[in-house]
């Protein structure tokens, strides 16, 4: 597995002393193909990226007109993926005269050309800014608002496509949004919505392009292989889908110079997927410093989307 020597320090703390590889190393090493084919699978009809979708068109006027017509817009599309969540956004702001300056941010360079490659395939003037980060290891501030400095627009982030809930440190992640942004700057976040009665069809939703996708980095590493077990699990407790591995044999793995021995019969956590119901999402937006404009959910209740700006706490 191709792994900066930060990376591999980062995987070797998380397997040695978490049992876990974290989700954002699927999309490394190839990873970005499969992810597009899972994408693909979930944009059909029922599955959870058409669902956003659909939720997102019904409310796309609403988010695009806090804006006051602008001159332009920074669309930050954080956890780009293969871009094409963003359409329904760049069509409406270029059907109102708003210049879009996009700015795919991710962890994969070939996920980032990927999400280019089909959005110039659809607008082929658009100006695009390429931002290869890991913004839950590194700060997004200097890089967006120099962006900001330079044009003088807006900027709208929008981290769509159920990865809000992939976060080790869900609230770390959404600080580092919250620093990058001025109180002109509004996010919208999509992500799975759970309650008491639909736990098992989340759990039904996930299928095989998800878990090739989740058990790339393992296998990868040699540490998967078709002896072992793989299993979804609803965790009540922490109100999440996870994605386990379960070792039929000693297997181990050396990064950073320093050997891993894992023994057989023991599971590794290779993907985490928090849901949220309205009122906790609302809660850990606000916990983080965002103040909820808008909250919407499918009529299925399967998917949510919050637009949110930064709010300034009054001293006590």
Not at 105 to 133: G, P, R, W
Not at 186 to 214: C, F, M, P, R
Request: hydrophobic share 40%; charged share 25%; with cysteine.
């Amino acid at each position: 597995m191709n792994l900066t020597k930060k990376q591999e320090y980062e995987l070797l703390a998380s397997i040695s002393a978490r049992g876990e590889i974290p989700d954002k190393f699927t999309y490394l090493n190839g990873g970005w193909k499969l992810w597009d084919k899972t994408y693909t699978q979930r944009a059909q009809k029922g599955g959870k990226a058409y669902d956003e979708r659909e939720l997102l068109a019904d409310h796309i006027n609403s988010f695009v007109n806090v804006f006051a017509k602008p001159k332009g817009i920074n669309l930050i599309d954080l956890g780009c993926g293969n871009g094409k969540p963003v359409i329904p956004i760049i069509e409406v702001l270029q059907r109102e005269k708003i210049a879009v300056n996009y700015v795919p941010v991710d962890i994969s360079s070939a996920m980032i050309d990927l999400a280019i490659k089909n959005l110039f395939e659809k607008f082929s003037d658009l100006s695009i800014k390429k931002l290869v980060i890991d913004f839950e290891k590194e700060s997004l501030a200097d890089a967006l608002l120099d962006i900001k400095q330079q044009n003088n627009y807006p900027s709208f982030l929008v981290n769509l496509g159920n990865t809000l809930g992939n976060y080790i440190n869900t609230s770390a992640v959404l600080t580092n949004f919250l620093e990058s942004m001025t109180l002109d700057d509004y996010l919208v976040i999509g992500n799975g919505l759970a309650n008491d009665y639909n736990t098992q069809k989340i759990l039904v939703s996930y299928n095989k392009y998800d878990e090739e996708n989740v058990t790339l980095p393992a296998k990868s590493l040699g540490i998967y292989d078709s002896g072992d077990k793989f299993n979804w699990v609803w965790n009540n407790a922490k109100n999440r889908v996870e994605g386990r591995i379960k070792l039929n044999t000693d297997k181990s793995v050396t990064l950073a110079g320093q050997n891993v021995n894992l023994e057989a019969g023991e599971e590794l956590l290779v993907m985490r997927s928090n849901k949220y119901s309205e009122s906790s999402l609302t809660k850990l937006l606000s916990d983080v410093g965002f103040r909820t404009e808008l909250l919407t959910t499918t009529k299925n209740r399967n998917e949510i989307i919050a637009m949110v700006q930064p709010t300034r706490y009054s001293v006590v």
